[in-house]
């Protein structure tokens, strides 16, 4: 490790996948994490970071390339933090996030059960109902984009892959009026300037659209000039919306919104339920593949139309309502009193008479639930990230359903949490990865569990 400098160029023959998307190889026994490198390839690499451990490259020079590498897409993907795999092929990508799956159910889980392939998409380009934009200035100009990797550095970028391109089109005429009418743009580091994001929401099935402006103040300047030039230039604009965040913290958004334009929401489907969206509101990013994932979700379920379904972190209601169509009754659980007013729209605006949502924390709420004599056939959990805590885990087996569908959208924690419920009384069965996050590591899993009968 000693001879190894920041800066210095190596040999380096690729033997593995890192979970976030980089290649794996090693020097002098120690692993070395390289961008843009894939399995199976030897290429040169830069040394950008020297740990005790590890060592951070990227690629200079690839001497023998992988028969799934492809040309980058994406003018900015050099640059731009948004997508990791651009290099990898579609395939190769689905199959790098099976594997992501079977190693953290392996390794942190202890888990051996049988991995689906990953189900993927038939056109994984332009996916997303949701941007966020940072607003920021480089060289005197406005400019607004994404992020590099691991910064806070705005990449200007025109165009993308990924977003849809009325999301584009939104950024494009609110920078135009910016540099028109002299609108600053925040600054991290000084907290001043009043722009500080562009959030759009686009209904893919009804074409309703919303643009909010995250700024650091309680209005803006000149707003009935961006408000027409909105209106002229977006098809299927419903909603302008100021989200006002004076907070000097890495959160995009703050909890105030003042509706400019339009309505506070827009309206969009899964399947055939309809939701309402609000600048705050939590929706699946890729409507195509959540229905995908709900309907295995459902599948896994198996229900008859007598059971009761308890469906922890529901949010707006997502799961909830395509799960009680199928169910006797529906139980959502969410600590977000926001959320759960959502929900309970939602099931009105669809006729959805066989549900209850709760306010409160699920760790809280269960246990109420049982003490009313509520015996769930069915638990679904769709935690965030961090996974599910502990006493929601505990609270899940007690009420002994006869099972459990989880859906995760972190691997490592799901293989976690699968283990504590493995070892408190359920069975992993059926484990299917679906790819939400086309280019990118990122990959949801629906997993069945059954209880297990002395």
Known sequence: MQNIEVGDRYEIYIDNMAHEGQGVGRL???????????IGEKVVARIDEAHKNYLN?????????????????????????????????????????????????????????EISDTIGM?????????????????????????YTAKTHDIVPIDTCMLQN??????????????????????????GKGLLRHIVTKVGFKTGEVMAVLVINGDDIPHKDELINSLKENISGL?????????????????KENITIFGDDFITDYIGDIKFEISPLSFF????????????????????????????????????SLFFAKSAKHVYGIEIVEEAIKDAKRNAEINNIKNTEFIAGKAEVVMPKLYKRGIRP????????????????????????????????????????????????????????PVDMFPFTSHIECVVLLKRKHS
């Open 28 to 38: 002098n026994g120690i692993a070395v994490f390289v961008d843009g490198a894939l």
């Open 122 to 146: 038939k056109n994984p380009k332009n996916y997303r109902n949701k941007a966020q934009y940072p607003v920021g200035v480089n060289n005197g100009e406005v400019v607004t984009g994404f």
């Open 284 to 319: 699946q990013v890729n409507p195509v593949q959540t229905k995908v994932l709900y309907n295995k979700a459902l599948d896994y379920a198996d229900l008859k139309g007598n059971e009761t379904v308890i469906d922890v972190y529901c949010g707006i209601g997502t799961i």
């Open 165 to 190: 391109e009325t999301s584009i089109k939104i950024t494009k005429i609110i920078r135009d009026w910016m540099k028109d009418f002299k609108i600053t743009a925040y600054g991290d580091k000084t």
């Open 238 to 254: 419903k909603s302008i919306v100021l989200n006002i965040n004076k907070r000097r913290l890495k959160v995009v958004m703050g």
């Open 377 to 432: 056939d069915v638990i679904v959990v769709d935690p965030p990230r961090r996974g599910c805590d502990n006493a929601v885990l505990e609270a899940c087996t007690k009420m002994k359903p006869e099972k459990i569908i989880y859906v995760s959208c972190n691997p490592s924690t799901l293989a976690r949490d699968l283990r504590y419920l493995e070892d408190n009384g359920f069975k992993t069965e059926k484990v299917q």
């Open 57 to 113: 490259a990227h690629v200079v020079k690839i001497i023998v390339a992988s028969l799934e590498r492809i040309n980058p897409q994406c003018p900015y993907s050099d640059r731009c933090g948004g997508c990791m795999l651009q290099h990898l092929n579609y395939e190769g990508q689905l199959m790098f996030k099976k594997q992501i799956v079977r190693d953290n159910l392996s390794r942190i889980g202890k888990i051996n059960v």
